[in-house]
């Protein structure tokens, strides 16, 4: 058997306090939809003004800025070579870099783009690295990199994974080992 429907009356108070919960809800549901702003070009300025002051902080030979653009657990990845885990590693391999007689040089930022998430974003781009080899004749290493960088909690970028290769053949020789 069918039950008629009787519309039930609900006292004032019980109907304010229903629509107002309703209102709560709904404004709560439309806020946890809202997205942060999307501040991936203002980001993707950062990273390609960081990357460039990097570029010029190694040819300066300042191995203490240099390191201080990668996180704590960065990882650097050079060509024919073990990957170097950590700053105080990256740190070392600058270090050493920098010791080599003529070494100069440095890099270029061809594309920068930013996750949408705002967290991540990488960098690649070109290098062009300078120095005398062991019979004092000058040579030039000339490739690419591709860079992560990693948003850290206080705002600032860091580069998480540095990874760099040369374009020169791989018949070129020991003479011609990429140093970036």
């Not at 061809?110 to 000058?138: F, H, I, Q």
């Not at 040579?139 to 591709?146: P, Q, S």
């Not at 290769?165 to 003479?175: H, T, V």
């Amino acid at each position: 058997m069918l039950r008629s429907f009787v519309p039930v009356r609900l006292s004032p108070r019980i109907s304010f306090l229903l629509i107002v919960s309703l209102l709560l809800v709904s404004a709560c549901q439309r806020q946890a939809t809202t997205t942060l702003a999307d501040t991936r070009s203002a980001d993707e300025a950062t990273l390609k003004n960081l990357d460039t002051e990097w570029s010029k902080a190694a040819g300066a030979k300042d191995v203490d800025k240099t390191a201080s653009y990668y996180s704590d657990d960065a990882l650097v990845l050079p060509p024919n070579m073990p990957a170097i885990n950590g700053k105080q590693g990256a740190r070392a391999m600058w270090q050493g870099m920098f010791s080599v007689p003529g070494f100069g040089g440095g890099w270029k930022v061809s594309k920068v783009e930013v996750a949408r998430s705002g967290d991540l974003g990488y960098v690649t781009g070109t290098y062009e690295l300078s120095e005398t080899d062991a019979k004092g004749k000058p040579m030039t290493d000339k490739g690419k990199y591709l860079e992560v960088w990693k948003k850290q909690a206080d705002g600032t970028w860091k580069c998480v994974v540095d990874m760099f290769n040369s374009d020169l053949s791989s018949d070129a020789g020991e003479e011609s080992k990429p140093t970036r």
